[in-house]
């Protein structure tokens, strides 16, 4: 540790911390989890992440855009500690990979399937706190439709004032000078949404009866070893029969790490740094973090970019600033939550309905849209399939719908056929496979009597037997056609064949 990097690192730390805790908070409950646990996953990204991570920058923690994964795994394994086993399970999967050296097989993921991920966890983000945002009681949700005199009676027109002026807050906080007049440019937008929702809850109860009874965070005091002691979780350890565990663990293990190198990729263009971070053993420091969490009873771990570039902006110079972040979590569960305890649920839903449209912005769609249907046809196939059929299922179908339109649009331009009057230049623009038997048949069939036709295979090194077959067939049946064919270069071996 380098003393003269400590006046860099001590404020960029406390940044970290002001942006990481209303975030921790909120995804413990957007997953249905106590707060604590929230709290309890970012000090172990903080910490024990930190000092594995190959990364001097890269802040770890609970993840927003895992909620609904975290969510929906939990309605499917009916309770917290069997989740529990199916992170040990999915820290295990990140530590293989890691070992396995399959940090670089994220580059093979196209990006448009990665954007269509993120735009479809963010839809869902969206969805999943708008009934806490619109005051509904616990456990009712959109997906039940009720009528609408159960809406009239159920929405709690404080809770959405609160959510609306968050949400202004937190979108014109990042844009507007006011920060940089009154010196607060180190306060983050989630932390202004959550100073407003305590002010509005303190002033307003006052006029508004009402506004007092909005749910608030609720943190249990912790006062004693055994008290923190009953704060933690232990995994099921019998929920190795389930399997539905295994699939769980495949996904969050697949999902998070993707989530991890796609943070890293996106920092080291804010921050270069050389030699750049392994991504093996990143992989291998994020499936420990998960480990220690799943024994513990955490949230799921990523690297996080919102936390990251908030790091780097504040002027760290040393993985310091993120340990100091982890210890502040560390103190404001132990010795803030009486104060933590008046932050509104609907500040924290504001602050992830904003995040969740972040990640599904409208103008992600129009600039995929404007690249093309090579871009925009994976990404609306990854998007739907996540919303339809879940996560796995979901980055499996934009998998293969991007598969299928790049060998479509490959086997297009394989082939290309010209004609200049009783000419005709059949050009091989790459190496040719069985795949492309069908278009060099329609390119074929295309071809008038009394032509002349060179094929011009210049250029390439391998043509398929299958298709040397058809080319041969071709000239045999071209004579009674009064075709005449020339090849191009006639030298070319694997032409010469034919």
Same mark, same amino acid.
């Given at each position: 540790?380098?003393?003269?990097?400590?006046?860099?690192?001590?404020?960029?730390?406390?940044?970290?911390?002001?942006?990481?805790?209303?975030?921790?908070?909120?995804?413990?409950?957007? +997953?249905? =989890?106590?707060?604590? =646990? #929230?709290?309890?996953?970012?000090?172990? #990204?903080?910490?024990? =992440?930190?000092?594995? +991570?190959?990364?001097?920058?890269?802040?770890?923690?609970?993840?927003?855009?895992?909620?609904?994964?975290?969510?929906?795994?939990?309605?499917?394994?009916?309770?917290?500690?069997?989740?529990?086993?199916?992170?040990?399970?999915?820290?295990?999967?990140?530590?293989?990979?890691?070992?396995?050296?399959?940090? $670089?097989?994220?580059?093979?993921?196209?990006?448009?399937?990665?954007?269509?991920?993120?735009?479809?966890?963010?839809?869902?983000?969206?969805?999943?706190?708008?009934?806490?945002?619109? #005051?509904?009681?616990? #456990?009712?949700?959109?997906?039940?439709?009720?009528?609408?005199?159960?809406?009239?009676?159920?929405?709690?027109?404080?809770?959405?004032?609160?959510?609306?002026?968050?949400?202004?807050?937190?979108?014109?906080?990042? $844009?507007?000078?006011?920060?940089?007049?009154?010196?607060?440019?180190?306060?983050?937008?989630?932390?202004?949404?959550?100073?407003?929702?305590?002010?509005?809850?303190?002033?307003?109860?006052?006029?508004?009866?009402?506004?007092?009874?909005?749910?608030?965070?609720?943190?249990?005091?912790?006062?004693?070893?055994?008290?923190?002691?009953?704060?933690?979780?232990?995994?099921?350890?019998?929920?190795?029969?389930?399997?539905?565990?295994?699939?769980?663990? %495949?996904?969050?293990?697949?999902?998070?790490?993707?989530?991890?190198?796609?943070?890293?990729?996106?920092?080291?263009?804010?921050?270069?740094?050389?030699?750049?971070?392994?991504?093996?053993?990143?992989?291998?420091?994020?499936?420990?973090?998960?480990?220690?969490?799943?024994?513990?009873?955490?949230?799921?771990?990523?690297?996080?970019?919102?936390?990251?570039?908030?790091?780097?902006?504040?002027?760290?110079?040393?993985?310091?600033?993120?340990?100091?972040?982890?210890?502040?979590?560390?103190?404001?569960?132990?010795?803030?939550?009486?104060?933590?305890?008046?932050?509104?649920?609907?500040?924290?839903?504001?602050?992830?309905?904003?995040?969740?449209?972040?990640?599904?912005?409208?103008? %992600?769609?129009?600039?995929?849209?404007?690249?093309?249907?090579?871009?925009?046809?994976?990404?609306?196939?990854?998007?739907?399939?996540?919303?339809?059929?879940?996560?796995?299922?979901?980055?499996?179908?934009?998998?293969?719908?991007?598969?299928?339109?790049?060998?479509?649009? +490959?086997?297009?331009?394989?082939?290309?056929?010209?004609?200049?009057?009783?000419?005709?230049?059949?050009?091989?623009?790459?190496?040719?496979?069985?795949?492309?038997?069908?278009?060099?048949?329609?390119?074929?069939?295309? %071809?008038?009597?009394?032509?002349?036709?060179?094929?011009?295979?210049?250029?390439?090194?391998?043509?398929?037997?299958?298709?040397?077959?058809?080319?041969?067939?071709?000239?045999?049946?071209?004579?009674?056609?009064?075709?005449?064919?020339?090849?191009?270069?006639?030298?070319?071996?694997?032409?010469?064949?034919?």
């Amino acid at each position: 540790m380098n003393r003269a990097d400590l006046r860099f690192d001590l404020p960029a730390g406390l940044v970290v911390f002001l942006v990481a805790l209303p975030l921790s908070l909120g995804i413990a409950q957007a +997953s249905g =989890v106590p707060p604590f =646990v #929230g709290l309890l996953t970012g000090v172990i #990204g903080g910490i024990v =992440v930190t000092l594995l +991570s190959p990364s001097p920058f890269s802040v770890s923690g609970p993840a927003a855009g895992l909620v609904t994964i975290v969510t929906g795994a939990m309605l499917t394994l009916g309770d917290f500690s069997t989740f529990l086993f199916a992170l040990l399970l999915a820290g295990i999967l990140q530590l293989a990979f890691g070992l396995l050296r399959g940090g $670089k097989l994220a580059a093979l993921i196209p990006g448009a399937v990665i954007h269509g991920m993120l735009a479809a966890i963010g839809i869902l983000l969206i969805l999943q706190q708008l009934p806490l945002a619109m #005051g509904y009681p616990s #456990g009712h949700g959109l997906s039940e439709t009720p009528s609408t005199e159960q809406l009239r009676g159920d929405i709690a027109p404080a809770a959405v004032m609160l959510t609306l002026g968050a949400l202004l807050l937190i979108v014109f906080w990042g $844009k507007s000078s006011l920060k940089q007049r009154l010196r607060l440019t180190a306060l983050p937008g989630p932390l202004v949404a959550v100073l407003w929702g305590c002010l509005f809850v303190w002033l307003g109860q006052k006029i508004w009866p009402a506004i007092g009874t909005l749910p608030r965070i609720e943190l249990p005091a912790v006062d004693s070893v055994e008290a923190l002691q009953g704060q933690f979780s232990l995994p099921n350890w019998q929920a190795w029969r389930n399997p539905a565990v295994y699939l769980v663990a %495949i996904t969050l293990a697949i999902v998070a790490s993707l989530e991890t190198l796609l943070s890293q990729e996106a920092l080291k263009k804010m921050a270069p740094m050389m030699p750049e971070p392994s991504p093996d053993k990143e992989l291998r420091a994020q499936g420990v973090g998960n480990c220690i969490s799943g024994l513990l009873g955490g949230l799921p771990i990523t690297a996080v970019i919102v936390r990251s570039s908030a790091n780097v902006q504040a002027g760290a110079r040393s993985r310091v600033s993120i340990l100091l972040h982890g210890v502040l979590l560390l103190l404001s569960a132990l010795l803030f939550a009486e104060l933590l305890n008046s932050i509104p649920l609907a500040s924290l839903a504001a602050i992830l309905i904003y995040t969740g449209f972040k990640l599904a912005h409208p103008r %992600i769609f129009i600039t995929l849209w404007r690249q093309g249907l090579q871009q925009f046809v994976p990404f609306a196939a990854t998007l739907g399939g996540i919303l339809a059929f879940g996560m796995l299922a979901g980055i499996a179908i934009g998998l293969v719908a991007q598969l299928l339109w790049s060998l479509y649009q +490959s086997n297009r331009h394989a082939l290309r056929l010209t004609r200049y009057d009783d000419h005709y230049l059949l050009q091989c623009q790459q190496n040719l496979t069985f795949l492309n038997k069908m278009r060099l048949k329609h390119l074929l069939g295309q %071809i008038e009597h009394n032509s002349t036709v060179i094929i011009d295979c210049e250029g390439i090194n391998y043509l398929d037997d299958d298709i040397r077959a058809m080319l041969n067939d071709y000239r045999q049946t071209a004579a009674d056609k009064q075709i005449n064919i020339s090849l191009h270069p006639p030298s070319n071996i694997l032409v010469r064949n034919i």
